[in-house]
């Protein structure tokens, strides 16, 4: 799904992506963004920032209340505090206007043809789940848990969690977690890779102090914790 409300450039990028395989609805609204969604039920949303009606930020906010849809954010301002808005309400992924639409298809294609975290080998194999304390992960449902309580997390927060649970003793710099969640071709902001860590912690009820499901290594990148 497109949301774009400059029509010339939501054109550009629908032609891209069609070309490119993908079924797209665009639309230049953010309300009927969110109402669209609710209906085509989107694999990806390229998102504009400015959009009339509701701003890119408020309709990722409530599309994260229904959809795990790949949100990527379109925006002219290239600054910092918009970027991290931006992905404070759930976005995986941002580009900066003027940009290339090939470059987006491009990234959007290399992005879906990743497997998820965690799934290797035969689906039918199964595999127990990576319990830390009151915090359970199943990989292989994409579930987690904590005191038996069911988590939200987007597609790429729990990436990032099964990412970090897949090796619990090993510290994983942020290129490390940016080549295995977001692919070895993605280029940008290494920092994103903290803000989507602060989004795990708050769900689960930690914190960088606590690091009771992830711990910081000063100058190194994050790790598992106990659980304890």
Do not use: N
């Amino acid at each position: 799904m497109v949301v774009e409300d400059e029509h010339a450039l939501a054109s550009l990028v629908t032609s891209y992506l069609e070309r490119d395989g993908f079924e797209v609805t665009a639309t230049g609204d953010g309300a009927d963004a969110v109402a669209l969604a609710r209906t085509v039920d989107p694999d990806v949303v390229v998102l504009d920032l400015g959009l009339p009606s509701l701003d890119g930020v408020e309709v990722c906010r409530q599309l994260r209340t229904f959809s795990d849809a790949y949100v990527l954010m379109l925006t002219a301002r290239a600054d910092e505090v918009d970027t991290l808005i931006g992905l404070s309400v759930g976005a995986d992924d941002y580009m900066t206007k003027p940009f290339s639409p090939r470059e987006l298809s491009a990234r959007i294609q290399a992005r879906m043809r990743r497997p998820r975290t965690g799934f290797t080998g035969d689906r039918g194999t199964a595999e127990p789940a990576r319990v830390f304390g009151p915090l359970s992960i199943d990989v292989l449902g994409r579930e987690v848990t904590v005191d038996g309580e069911s988590i939200h997390l987007t597609r790429t927060e729990f990436d990032v969690l099964a990412t970090l649970s897949s090796a619990p003793g090993t510290v994983f710099s942020r290129a490390q977690l940016i080549e295995a969640v977001w692919g070895p071709t993605w280029v940008g902001d290494d920092h994103m890779v903290d803000v989507h860590i602060g989004h795990v912690r708050r769900k689960l009820g930690d914190d960088a102090a606590r690091g009771q499901y992830v711990r910081t290594v000063r100058g190194v990148g994050y790790r598992m914790g106990t659980g304890e």
